[in-house]
Structure formats: C-alpha cells, structure tokens
T-cell receptor, first 116, second 113 residues
Framework: AQKVTQAQTEISVVEKEDVTLDCVYE???????LFWYKQPPSGELVFLIRRNSFDEQNEISGRYSWNFQKSTSSFNFTITASQVVDSAVYFCALSEFIQGAQKLVFGQGTRLTINP | DAGVTQSPTHLIKTRGQQVTLRCSPK?????VSWYQQALGQGPQFIFQ???????QRGNFPDRFSGHQFPNYSSELNVNALLLGDSALYLC????????????FGPGTRLLVL
C-alpha cells in the first residue's frame, strides 16, 4: 500500500528565513504522482504542485521550489525568504490508482509557523 | 470560474442522527471524491463518484454512503453518527482522466455530540 511520511510535525521560523518541508513516500507503482497542498486556517486544501514519477527535474515557482529524488523516495518542498502568509499546514500526497480511480494518500502534514 | 463549493460550512449533530453533506464540483469537472480529515491528521479517502456511480471506496463502514447527480454534484450521507465521525469533510473534484489534479472545497466541519 502507498504511504507518505512527513516526519516534521511542526516547524517555526522567523520571517525571511528559508525553510524545507520533508516528504518521504512508499509505493510499488512504477508510475505515480506526487502532490503538495497548503491548508490555511480556513480549512480549504490549496493545490500547489503535481509531479509525475518520470519527471525528476526540480521545479521553482517564485519563492517555492520542489526537489524530487526517486533514489531516496523523497519530494521535499522549500520556501525561500518565508513570509507570515506562508503560515499553514502543508500536506504531501501520493496518488494511488485502483481500477482506474485515483485516490490521494496524504501524509500527516507539517504545521509551519512564520513569526514576524 | 467557480471553484468547488460545499454546504453547509458547519454542522452540529447528536449521536445516532443522520447527516447529508453537499458538494458542487469545479466547472468542467466530472468526478467527485470525498475525504474525512480528523483533527491534526491528514485527509482520508472515503469514496469517489463518476457517472453517478461509486468507483472506489476507502476503509469506511457502510454508514457512509454517497450519491452523484447528473449535473456532477454529489452528496455524502452518514447514518447512525458516532462521536468519532466528528471531522472536517472535504470534497474534491477533478476530471476523470488519469492522474488529474483534485481541487478541494472549503469543507464541512461536523461536530457530533
């Protein structure tokens, strides 16, 4: 079965610091997809990125960057020059396909607090 | 372009009661998935609907049931509520194509007393 581990339960940093959120996954599938979502206090999960297992290129979007390494089964997320608005719970998720239906398997989440 | 909407936003029920939660998918999406998120946990998959049929189900009892309507909107029904059913219920919509991104609604917070 698929499994996602986010070992960091909570992280607290001061504004403008860089911060990396770790994600380690387990899967027997050769083709799979990885996701990161952000959950602010309002509760809605906001999609950040999707990565497929064949594309190991790192991606950068503004202050956000993602490092995908199949060799270590990791998909880490870095926020550069963090801001207070980045405070939220962040979830890493892995796709699981059963009979053509895709479900997401989520990690436990990392609560990120950016202090001014 | 409206995103995923859910109603109600909050709900308080007592043990043994029944509840119905509603979800309207994002425009252009035909697939709806439901997740339960207990406090401090990641979301857990309940089931997915496409073409008005349940395509896949997670590890949830039969007290949890659903429905999808011709306009792709969906309902989640929970019977015989237990205290442990208290959670945030999230609806996600997507297109049926493999590995399409699921977009989530704001959720319904259910409290069972």
């Amino acid at each position: 079965a698929q499994k996602v581990t986010q070992a960091q339960t909570e992280i607290s940093v001061v504004e403008k610091e860089d911060v990396t959120l770790d994600c380690v996954y387990e899967t027997r599938d050769t083709t799979y997809y990885l996701f990161w979502y952000k959950q602010p206090p309002s509760g809605e999960l906001v999609f950040l990125i999707r990565r497929n297992s064949f594309d190991e290129q790192n991606e950068i979007s503004g202050r956000y960057s993602w490092n995908f390494q199949k060799s270590t089964s990791s998909f880490n997320f870095t926020i550069t020059a963090s801001q207070v608005v980045d405070s939220a719970v962040y979830f890493c998720a892995l796709s699981e396909f059963i009979q053509g239906a895709q479900k997401l398997v989520f990690g436990q989440g990392t609560r990120l607090t950016i202090n001014p | 372009d409206a995103g995923v909407t859910q109603s109600p936003t909050h709900l308080i029920k007592t043990r043994g009661q029944q509840v119905t939660l509603r979800c309207s998918p994002k425009s252009g999406h035909d697939t709806v998935s439901w997740y339960q998120q207990a406090l401090g946990q990641g979301p857990q998959f309940i089931f997915q609907y496409y073409e008005e049929e349940e395509r896949q189900r997670g590890n949830f009892p039969d007290r949890f049931s659903g429905h999808q309507f011709p306009n792709y909107s969906s309902e989640l029904n929970v019977n015989a509520l237990l205290l442990g059913d208290s959670a945030l219920y999230l609806c996600a919509s997507s297109q049926i194509a493999v590995a399409e991104t699921q977009y989530f609604g704001p959720g319904t917070r259910l409290l069972v007393l």
